[in-house]
């Protein structure tokens, strides 16, 4: 669109060029060569072959013409130590059909691509494929997940395919909270709560549940359930999703530790809820001891399917911003998956020439729960897990994150930072940010808590294009608002607290109360 390293520095300019920009886009299309075409018609078929036929998706899917060969896109399963060393060479590899969530060393495993066969493919027609997709009702490519399918799950049938269309969720420019409240000209927040279950969650449980239904057909006695630990919102996905397919679910949940929205969720889809005397931590060894001796899969994120479903939000953004990369990406940290996921997707991205550089990461972390703070405090030197305290935060209520290899290199590699927010911090940040029109749970609190202290301190500049995870809805949080705004937390000032005024039932008291709270209406009487 433009040229490299420009941009237009406010999102109100860009309406000035987009017809100029269209015009250039249609004059581009004009001159895909005649084998592309065809790739991306084979891809995407027409809205009259949508419509024709059978109004089935999947029978649609099934008609649709086979990709070329050049898009015979392969991946598999490598050990993650092997990707942090940096080696290719490695003998030790899966099949994505293999149930296996450890490599013979003990450590995570990694979901490999073949990075020069995608490559093979112009980044031009990887930006167009990509964009003529998102949001179609075509089975499965309308996903914001699956309209990235050669690079999350390639190998896999269309018809295994388990989505409720999730992704395509909206990268919000808060633009009033950042001129008034932080001085900032390009303030984003991506609303991944705006989602099926209303968690980012669903971005990558639609690829594990899916590569379980596929699982479920070649291997039926491998896999007959599938379980996780949860701290609220993974067993809300899980649940949704296999209840979808027909899969039995099972959710391992801390006892009295999560909202009331989050655990309505999987009740209400039909999986085995256990309601455990313990915390996130102690559940997730039991569902692990669980998992390694049954047929039940491993649904929790050192299941690397998951991070190939959630780095899609990264990929998405830079489609968002017309693939331009933004200065800083800041992203709620527990159990730290989802931090890998951001980097991999823009890291994805990079090397197939989509972009030309990194954004800054930020894992912002809660002080009752903050190992990895603890660990960047002390220069990567020196990790102890801890024992994790009751936080407003809950879903990243973790001390033992099972995925903070892969998030020390995806900070390491783009020269990121570790901040932490404390209980109120979060909600406090949580509150000034909605009286701008958001609605924002507290994990999003933690992550606008560190966005001001690095506003403040200097390190996120004026015009730095920033971008904020929102990782759930507020909506299923609002226990944690309800006793904010009416002031019920012990120790908290609650300064941006907005509790109802009490009126008697007469014009003269209404009235006093609206003077008292808007004193320029005084004059009207």
């Given at each position: 669109?433009?040229?490299?390293?420009t941009?237009l520095?406010?999102?109100?300019?860009?309406?000035?060029?987009?017809?100029?920009?269209?015009?250039?886009?249609?004059?581009?299309?004009?001159g895909?060569?005649?084998?592309?075409?065809?790739?991306?018609?084979?891809?995407?078929?027409?809205?009259?072959?949508?419509?024709?036929?059978?109004?089935?998706?999947r029978?649609?899917?099934?008609?649709?013409a086979?990709l070329?060969?050049?898009d015979?896109?392969?991946?598999?399963y490598?050990?993650f130590?092997?990707?942090k060393a940096?080696?290719?060479?490695?003998?030790?590899?899966?099949?994505?059909?293999?149930?296996?969530?450890?490599?013979?060393?003990?450590?995570l495993?990694?979901?490999?691509?073949?990075?020069?066969?995608?490559q093979?493919?112009?980044?031009?027609e990887?930006?167009?494929?990509?964009d003529?997709?998102?949001?179609?009702?075509?089975?499965p490519y309308?996903?914001?997940?699956?309209?990235?399918?050669?690079?999350?799950?390639?190998?896999?049938?269309?018809?295994?395919?388990?989505?409720?269309?999730?992704g395509?969720?909206?990268?919000?420019?808060?633009?009033?909270?950042?001129?008034e409240?932080?001085?900032?000209?390009?303030l984003?927040?991506?609303?991944?709560?705006?989602s099926h279950?209303?968690?980012?969650?669903?971005l990558?449980?639609?690829?594990?549940?899916?590569q379980?239904?596929?699982?479920?057909?070649?291997?039926?006695?491998?896999?007959?359930?599938?379980?996780?630990a949860?701290?609220?919102?993974t067993?809300?996905?899980?649940?949704?999703y296999c209840?979808?397919?027909g899969?039995?679910?099972?959710?391992?949940?801390?006892a009295?530790?999560?909202?009331?929205?989050?655990?309505?969720?999987?009740?209400?889809?039909?999986?085995?809820?256990l309601?455990i005397?313990?915390?996130?931590?102690?559940?997730?060894?039991?569902?692990?001891?669980?998992?390694?001796?049954s047929?039940?899969?491993?649904?929790n994120?050192m299941?690397?399917?998951?991070?190939?479903?959630?780095?899609?939000?990264?990929?998405?953004?830079?489609?968002?911003?017309?693939?331009?990369v933004?200065?800083?990406v800041?992203?709620?940290?527990?159990?730290?998956?989802?931090i890998?996921a951001?980097?991999k997707?823009?890291?994805m991205?990079?090397?197939?020439?989509?972009?030309?550089?990194?954004?800054?990461?930020?894992?912002?972390?809660?002080?009752?729960?903050?190992?990895?703070?603890?660990?960047?405090?002390?220069?990567?030197?020196?990790?102890?897990?801890?024992k994790?305290?009751t936080?407003?935060?809950?879903?990243?209520?973790?001390?033992?994150?099972?995925?903070?290899?892969?998030?020390?290199?995806?900070?390491?590699?783009?020269?990121g930072?570790?901040?932490?927010?404390?209980?109120?911090?979060?909600?406090?940040?949580?509150?000034?940010?909605?009286?701008?029109?958001?609605?924002?749970?507290?994990?999003?609190?933690?992550?606008?808590?560190?966005?001001?202290?690095?506003r403040?301190?200097g390190?996120?500049?004026?015009?730095?294009?920033?971008?904020v995870?929102?990782?759930?809805?507020?909506?299923?949080?609002?226990?944690s608002?309800?006793?904010y705004?009416?002031?019920?937390?012990?120790g908290?000032?609650g300064?941006?607290?907005?509790?109802p005024?009490p009126?008697?039932?007469?014009?003269?008291?209404?009235?006093?109360?609206?003077?008292?709270?808007?004193?320029?209406?005084?004059?009207?009487?």
């Amino acid at each position: 669109m433009f040229a490299s390293g420009t941009r237009l520095q406010h999102p109100r300019c860009v309406s000035s060029a987009a017809v100029r920009t269209c015009r250039l886009r249609v004059s581009a299309a004009q001159g895909v060569n005649q084998m592309e075409a065809q790739s991306a018609a084979d891809a995407t078929p027409t809205p009259q072959e949508q419509h024709n036929g059978s109004s089935n998706p999947r029978q649609k899917a099934q008609q649709r013409a086979p990709l070329d060969s050049k898009d015979a896109f392969k991946s598999k399963y490598v050990p993650f130590n092997s990707v942090k060393a940096g080696r290719t060479d490695d003998t030790e590899q899966y099949s994505l059909d293999d149930v296996v969530y450890r490599s013979q060393d003990g450590g995570l495993l990694d979901v490999q691509h073949d990075i020069e066969a995608l490559q093979q493919v112009d980044a031009a027609e990887w930006k167009r494929r990509f964009d003529s997709r998102s949001g179609r009702t075509a089975w499965p490519y309308g996903s914001g997940v699956w309209s990235k399918k050669e690079w999350v799950l390639p190998q896999i049938s269309d018809d295994d395919v388990v989505s409720m269309f999730e992704g395509n969720s909206n990268l919000f420019w808060a633009e009033r909270f950042g001129r008034e409240s932080l001085n900032m000209t390009e303030l984003w927040v991506k609303q991944c709560g705006n989602s099926h279950t209303g968690s980012f969650k669903d971005l990558g449980m639609t690829v594990l549940v899916s590569q379980v239904n596929r699982l479920r057909k070649i291997k039926p006695d491998a896999v007959q359930a599938v379980g996780c630990a949860s701290t609220g919102d993974t067993s809300a996905a899980l649940s949704a999703y296999c209840a979808a397919a027909g899969i039995p679910s099972i959710v391992f949940l801390p006892a009295d530790k999560i909202s009331l929205a989050q655990l309505v969720q999987p009740i209400a889809n039909g999986a085995l809820v256990l309601s455990i005397d313990t915390d996130f931590d102690g559940c997730m060894k039991l569902i692990k001891d669980v998992t390694a001796d049954s047929p039940i899969y491993l649904a929790n994120s050192m299941n690397s399917l998951r991070l190939e479903g959630q780095k899609t939000a990264a990929i998405e953004i830079c489609q968002q911003f017309d693939w331009e990369v933004p200065d800083w990406v800041i992203i709620p940290g527990g159990n730290l998956g989802n931090i890998y996921a951001f980097y991999k997707g823009f890291k994805m991205c990079q090397d197939v020439g989509l972009i030309n550089k990194m954004p800054r990461m930020v894992c912002a972390q809660a002080h009752n729960a903050n190992p990895l703070y603890r660990a960047y405090k002390k220069g990567w030197e020196h990790y102890e897990p801890v024992k994790a305290q009751t936080t407003f935060a809950s879903a990243i209520q973790i001390g033992d994150p099972v995925s903070l290899d892969r998030a020390i290199m995806a900070l390491t590699e783009t020269n990121g930072i570790v901040e932490e927010a404390t209980e109120e911090e979060m909600m406090d940040a949580a509150a000034r940010a909605d009286l701008t029109g958001m609605f924002n749970d507290p994990h999003t609190g933690v992550a606008i808590a560190a966005l001001i202290k690095l506003r403040e301190n200097g390190t996120i500049g004026k015009t730095d294009r920033t971008v904020v995870v929102s990782t759930a809805h507020g909506l299923k949080f609002t226990q944690s608002k309800v006793a904010y705004h009416s002031k019920q937390i012990e120790g908290f000032s609650g300064h941006y607290a907005n509790p109802p005024t009490p009126v008697k039932e007469n014009f003269g008291s209404v009235m006093d109360a609206i003077r008292q709270q808007f004193p320029s209406m005084k004059k009207y009487t």
